[in-house]
Structure formats: C-alpha cells, structure tokens
C-alpha cells in the first residue's frame, strides 16, 4: 500500500515563503512523477508543478519565477518551495504520484494526499 502525507502548509502574509513537502510511505522502488497540485476556494483542481524522476519540471504559468519544486529520489519525496506568495495562491495542496512500482513488482497509476492547506493573507 502506498501512501502520500504533505506538510509544511499554514498561513502567511503575502510576500512571504512557505515550503511544503511530501513523504511517501510503501516498499516503493520508482515513481515516474511527482506533482502539487491546488483547489481554491470555489475553483477546479489545477496542476501546480511536477517533476519527473530525471528532474523534468513543468510549471503552471501562474507560479513560474515564484515557485520551485524539487524531489529527491533515494526518499521518494517532493517539495515545492513557494516564494513571493499572493492572496490568490490560497488553496489546499494536494501531492500526487503516478506511474509507482513498489518492491514486490505491483505497479500503481496514481495515488493523491489529503492535502495541506495554505492560506495567503493580504
């Protein structure tokens, strides 16, 4: 069974920095992507960022230059360090897997968090 647990959310005032982080838990051997994704208030779930497993990064227009995210393979965890944070960034992030293989050969597409809530004040 895998398991993804974020962290690292809370509230902030716009202009500041939150990094958020998420642990896989699983006798997990690769895992293709992975990714943060955000539900605002009233809106759809949209992609945040996602890096591959050869570090491959793909950014929603709204976060470039402001966000970074980064993943480290040995712990098969992500982070995604945001900076500049603004009012519109407030959302519940939810970390997400796909393409996982674990050690017994099992292949799962894709697995989600629960989320994390990150709230911008202005």
């Known amino acids: 069974q895998v398991q993804l647990v974020e962290s690292g959310g809370g509230l902030v005032q716009a202009g500041g920095s939150l990094r958020l982080s998420c642990a896989t838990s699983?006798?997990?051997?690769?895992?293709?992507?992975m990714g943060w994704h955000r539900q605002g208030p009233g809106k759809q779930r949209e992609l945040v960022a996602a890096?591959?497993?050869?570090?491959?990064?793909n950014y929603a227009d709204s976060v470039k230059g402001r966000f970074t995210i980064s993943r480290d393979n040995a712990k098969n965890t992500v982070y995604l360090q945001m900076n500049s944070l603004k009012p519109e960034d407030t959302a519940v992030y939810y970390c997400?897997?796909?393409?996982?293989?674990?050690?017994?050969?099992?292949?799962?597409?894709?697995?989600w968090g629960q989320g994390t809530q990150v709230t911008v004040s202005s």
């Open positions: 699983g006798r997990i051997l690769t895992i293709n992507t």
């Open positions: 890096i591959t497993s050869g570090g491959i990064t």
């Open positions: 997400n897997a796909n393409h996982i293989v674990d050690r017994s050969g099992a292949y799962y597409r894709d697995y």
